[in-house]
Nanobody
Framework: QVHLVESGGGLVQAGGSLRLSCAASGRTFSIYAMGWFRQAPGKEREFVAGITGGVTWSGGNTYYAASVKGRFTISRDNAKNTVYLQMNSLKPEDTAVYYC???????????????WGQGTQVTVSS
């Protein structure tokens, strides 16, 4: 069982930056692939960024949705059981509730993830 808690959301102007954090419980955090997803009102949940697991050092292969590539960076610190999402050059269309998720497979498909956080709101004003 993994419990995930996101933080770091808020209101920011277009062009600004935010860093989201996702703290995980449990001693096996490093084995999980981690993903960030987002859901805007009236839209389906969509993949944002992911990082593979299965290594003991803090790292992993990363992958991104085309809409955020070059602006967002996902990273993890296994010693702190935390995954981050650094978001730069934010746009109004990035406004959504952002969720982190943990699973055994590095994938963009939400249904492949086994554990989810409660979400944190990110609002980007124009």
């Amino acid at each position: 069982q993994v419990h995930l808690v996101e933080s770091g959301g808020g209101l920011v102007q277009a062009g600004g930056s935010l860093r989201l954090s996702c703290a995980a419980s449990g001693r096996t955090f490093s084995i999980y692939a981690m993903g960030w997803f987002r859901q805007a009102p009236g839209k389906e949940r969509e993949f944002v960024a992911g990082i593979t697991g299965g290594v003991t050092w803090s790292g992993g292969n990363t992958y991104y949705a085309a809409s955020v590539k070059g602006r967002f960076t996902i990273s993890r610190d296994n010693a702190k059981n935390t995954v981050y999402l650094q978001m730069n050059s934010l746009k109004p269309e990035d406004t959504a509730v952002y969720y982190c998720a943990a699973g055994y497979t590095a994938t963009q498909a939400p249904h492949e993830y086994d554990y989810w956080g409660q979400g944190t709101q990110v609002t980007v004003s124009s």
